[in-house]
């Protein structure tokens, strides 16, 4: 009975060492940082795996590996409501400066339809990375053969002509049609806009003619439009795109230019050493030769923009989106 | 209409009050699909729908159908119920039906695993999923004090690192990350 | 024929040693994580992506194939030694799986599983040879209203497993609907039973509601009548299928698939639908339907070949469209950016040997699968005989760890405690917990489908009925919903011409 009576405190006692101590003990890189690196460096994801910000998260973390940048960088998914969820996190991860998010116009606009608590302008800007224009696109048996066309079609009757988008009401694939709309003297409320769940689903009901015409990002279809499946009107970036024949919406008549991008935002309340290795982590990944090829291999654009520059830019989209939105009773 | 057989749950020999309480509990049920009803209606008749609505179905209808037959269920169940009819109570391998409910081991097990969702933020997965796989089993009946806190401990552990180190999901560790 | 050809010179290439290796690693890696809670393919493949980055691409998408199989496995695994589905596609394993695992027939049950999942995964695999470019530019015909349709469909086929008082399996259904409603309005973005709350907006996923009313409702249930005077545990069993057992299940094998390719070919259609209506046609057709809910074999052996099929289907729109229909497929489809592949409709012509490859290590990971499981079987049917306290505190330490490691919100805890608590008041007054499950995975995918259709006619009402596939699906309702008064009719006919 006193041999029993002596061994409980004692396995107590070790369960007790076991759950405070392990966790601590195994888990390496939670020691002081030094030098340039970040141990223990995360990236949240706000959205599911083989999402957007994932790819560009994932991609960014391999790319930095890869080039020795950082020695090892964790990416995890906190999905949500557009993306809020994971910004509410972040946000409440005051202080951390070992936490990245990869974010986008997506979740500026998600902030504004879900009445979200809190905004990117609570976050800390780190650095705009990619950016890539929408493009118009209809089957390869559409009766539509130029963008032109689309236009006078859309103008005469709005309502029976449903665009496809490949995401939810506030995100990119949403924004660029109703600013088309707008510029081409469409009220946005009569705009037949058909949500779908991502750029696959959306994929299926353009090539069999569900919809008038689908908007997505560039980078998604480069392959259906180079086998001819896919028919491109129009791109809604402010330039032509190397090695696709297709008009910019101002050459097509419409007077307005719409650009997806990405990018990173860290949480608030960082000490100006621990924004500046964010910065500089993000600026040495963006000079590197790893990055550039995971442009290329993409589809991405390079648009780097830093610090308190990338601030500014992030309150003029809020800006923008929330007319947008506004109009449209979001 | 439904299965009336005999509630197996009822001691065998019970008096008319007893009797009555048991007939009036699954009208709990009743009461529950009720109030369920009502949320969803609540919510669907004061949902903002100030948007481009295309056709006749718009954001509201579909809870305003699921409400509507929320709230006929709940009736027919209640006149089911008044009628003598009764939900059977599931069986099983491990169910002992003849032995009136257990409600304390139950409040016990809800209340340990409420206790761990709200630990896991301040005292991190391995102590609060430790006293879950604990507790849970102190409640359900295993009184060996010695051996049950060091299985959960290293089954916590284990977890832990298969989960945080391994796969790069992470788990909150505990107050001493990186204090050690 | 052209495509035998190339599938040969890609058995060439996944059976080099090499491969082939990648292949048995994989399938290890994926079933060994797919066992664990709250991790289901998509999130396999996605933690293993960068375990293969220093593969060259061949070798590295054997290896995912073989991972994404091996996680398929694993995840039923789980549902039905413990009750507690990893991903949604292995909800419908846990409903027959389970009892019979209970019955102390696990082995058995995960026997049929794993050759289910051998059955379904060779058919779709050989569907996908012969038939990968029709049934793509099939797939994209199907639209809004045809998807609609087959929910309609799904939701009479819910009838049957009402349970034997159908008012209180309609109320199971109901609570059900009421759980798919919670989250953002996928139209519109409007708030719906959120009550403010973000964690809430994107509803509340299916495998949750499941872990809840299955494994922490019966937990509490158990727990509330714990038979405490016999300690006799869990029997082994045989752990091979017998005879009979082969009888049952040789059929529901062959048919899965049947159901589940065809799904996962098309875009939306994923694995739970396919999964829940294997389940209702096997039960329909099988001689034992009585033993339906307390441990039929049939039950087990259907669903998990659809699951395996419909992944399957989903490669086809991934590799021939570059359409991904499920997460899985999506992640997949990122994994092949990165090595800069873009699948679509010209990655056979680019990529032969890397496709016919991967489709040919999917039969090799096929076959690993079921050399490395059917022995487990009664390994992992043993886990069922440690004392019941510490089998009961692990399912709630296990679907607390799957529910919290998706998202790291405690709120999911919370939620699955009140799912759970749900699902212990439906076992104290006899509702069938089934429907209330089914009624998460098919109301959202109804009222988005129907919804969609009527916003692409601008609110007409006859987009419904404008294809000849949702017309053709409506006359099969009819007729089914018909059928009594049909047989009323045509018997009435035969006997007064008998009496002629």
């Known amino acids: 009975m006193s041999s029993v009576r002596a061994r409980t405190p004692l396995a107590l006692l070790g369960a007790v060492l076991i759950v405070l101590l392990g966790p601590p003990l195994l888990t390496s890189g939670s020691g002081t940082d030094t030098g340039t690196s970040i141990p223990g460096l995360q990236f949240m994801v706000p959205n599911t795996p083989g999402g957007g910000y994932d790819i560009t998260a994932r991609t960014a973390a391999k790319s930095i590996e890869d080039a020795g940048l950082n020695h090892n960088v964790e990416v995890f998914n906190l999905p949500g409501a557009g993306g809020t969820v994971g910004l509410s996190r972040m946000v409440n991860e005051h202080g951390n400066g070992k936490l990245a998010m990869s974010m986008g116009l997506g979740v500026v606009g998600a902030v504004h339809t879900n009445h979200a608590p809190s905004g990117l302008g609570d976050t800390t800007p780190i650095a705009r990375l990619t950016e890539e224009p929408d493009i118009v696109v209809v089957a390869k048996d559409s009766k539509y053969k130029t963008f032109e066309q689309l236009l006078a079609d859309w103008k005469k009757n709005p309502r029976k002509m449903p665009v496809g988008g490949g995401s939810s009401a506030g995100g990119p694939d949403h924004l660029a049609p109703m600013l088309m709309a707008k510029a081409a003297g469409i009220t946005p409320k009569s705009v037949n806009y058909v949500p779908f769940d991502g750029g696959g689903e959306l994929l299926a009901s353009v090539l069999g003619g569900k919809v008038a015409f689908g908007v997505s990002g560039v980078g998604e279809y480069l392959d259906q439009i180079k086998s001819g499946e896919l028919r491109l009107l129009a791109v809604t970036g402010p330039k032509r795109v190397e090695g696709l024949d297709a008009p910019t919406l101002k050459e097509a008549g419409v007077d307005t230019e719409f650009t997806n991008w990405r990018g990173i935002v860290a949480p608030p309340g960082l000490t100006d050493v621990e924004r500046e290795k964010l910065t500089r982590l993000f600026t040495e990944l963006h000079g590197s030769q790893q990055w550039k090829d995971a442009l290329k291999r993409n589809g991405w654009s390079d648009a780097f923009l830093t610090g308190d520059k990338f601030g500014t830019f992030l309150a003029a989209q809020d800006r923008r989106v929330d007319t947008v939105l506004k109009e449209l009773g979001l | 209409m439904s299965t009336t057989g005999t509630d197996p749950t009822a001691p065998p020999r019970d008096s008319g009050l007893r009797a009555l309480l048991r007939g009036r509990s699954e009208l709990g049920v009743c009461l529950i699909l009720l109030v369920l009803g009502v949320l969803v209606l609540t919510d669907a008749i004061t949902m903002d729908t100030d948007i481009t609505q295309r056709g006749p179905i718009g954001p509201t209808t579909v809870p305003i159908v699921v409400g509507v037959l929320l709230l006929v269920v709940a009736v027919l169940l209640a006149v089911d119920v008044l009628r003598g009819g009764r939900g059977e109570a599931e069986g099983g391998e491990d169910i002992d039906l003849t032995e009136p409910g257990d409600w304390r081991t139950v409040a016990l097990l809800a209340g340990v695993f409420l206790a761990n969702a709200v630990l896991i933020g301040p005292l991190g997965f391995p102590i609060s999923g430790a006293l879950l796989f604990w507790g849970s089993a102190y409640a359900l009946g295993s009184r060996n004090l010695t051996r049950d806190p060091l299985i959960a401990a290293v089954l916590s552990l284990v977890t832990y690192v298969v989960f945080n180190n391994l796969l790069g999901v992470p788990l909150p560790g505990g107050p001493l990350m990186g204090v050690l | ?500």
């Open chain 3, 1 to 500: 024929m052209d495509s035998l050809s190339s599938l040969i010179d890609g058995f060439g290439t996944a059976l080099t040693p090499l491969n082939l290796l990648w292949a048995a690693i994989g399938v290890l890696l994926g079933t060994a994580i797919g066992v664990l809670p709250g991790i289901g393919p998509a999130m396999a493949v996605a933690l293993l992506l960068p375990v293969t980055y220093g593969l060259d691409p061949t070798g590295a998408f054997i290896m995912f194939a073989g991972i994404y199989y091996g996680g398929m496995f694993g995840g039923s695994t789980t549902s039905i030694l413990l009750n507690t589905p990893g991903e949604s596609a292995a909800v419908v394993a846990a409903i027959e799986g389970n009892p019979m695992a209970r019955a102390g027939r696990g082995a058995q049950a995960l026997a049929a599983a794993a050759c289910g999942h051998f059955a379904g995964g060779m058919i779709g695999t050989i569907l996908l040879v012969v038939l990968a470019p029709t049934v793509a530019s099939l797939a994209v015909d199907i639209g809004a209203p045809d998807y609609f349709a087959i929910m309609v469909l799904a939701f009479i086929a819910v009838t049957s497993v009402l349970g034997s008082s159908r008012i209180r399996g309609f109320a199971s259904l109901l609570i059900g609907l009421t759980l798919g409603l919670v989250g953002l309005d996928q139209m519109t973005g409007q708030q719906r039973l959120t009550f403010g709350s973000l964690q809430l907006a994107d509803g509340i996923d299916v495998v949750i509601v499941a872990v809840g009313l299955f494994a922490i409702g019966e937990a509490l249930w158990v727990a509330a009548h714990l038979r405490r005077t016999a300690g006799e545990s869990i029997p082994v069993g045989r752990p091979w299928l017998g005879k009979a057992e082969l009888r049952r299940t040789w059929k529901p094998w062959l048919r899965g698939p049947l159901i589940g390719f065809p799904f996962g070919a098309i875009p939306a259609g994923g694995a739970e639908i396919p999964t829940f209506l294997s389940y209702v046609t096997e039960k329909r057709l099988s001689k034992h339907r009585d033993e339906f809910g307390r441990g039929a074999i049939e039950g087990v052996a259907g669903p998990e070949s659809a699951s395996s099929a419909s992944a399957a289907g989903t490669l086809v729109s991934m590799l021939t469209l570059g359409l991904p229909t499920t997460a899985v497929a999506a992640v997949m489809l990122a994994a092949f950016q990165q090595y800069g592949i873009q699948p679509g409709p010209l990655l056979f012509e680019r990529e032969p040997e890397l496709v016919w490859g991967l489709i040919a290590s999917l039969f090799v990971g096929m076959v690993l699968l079921l050399v490395l499981n059917l022995p487990l079987a009664p390994v992992w049917a043993k886990l069922l005989r440690i004392p019941r306290p510490y089998l009961y505190a692990g399912i709630l330490f296990f679907a607390a760890v799957g529910a919290y490691a998706v998202g790291g919100e405690p709120l999911d805890l919370v939620i699955l405690l009140i799912i759970g608590l749900i699902g212990l008041g439906m076992r104290r007054y006899g509702l069938p917990v089934l429907p209330a499950v089914i009624g998460v995975i098919l109301g959202p995918a109804a009222e988005q489908q129907l919804r969609r259709a009527l916003q692409i006619s601008d609110g007409s009402v006859t987009g419904l009925v404008n294809t000849p596939f949702s017309i053709t699906v409506y006359a099969v309702i009819l007729v089914l919903l018909g059928w009594p008064w049909i047989k009323r009719v045509l018997s009435r006919g035969r006997a007064a011409r008998a009496e002629d």
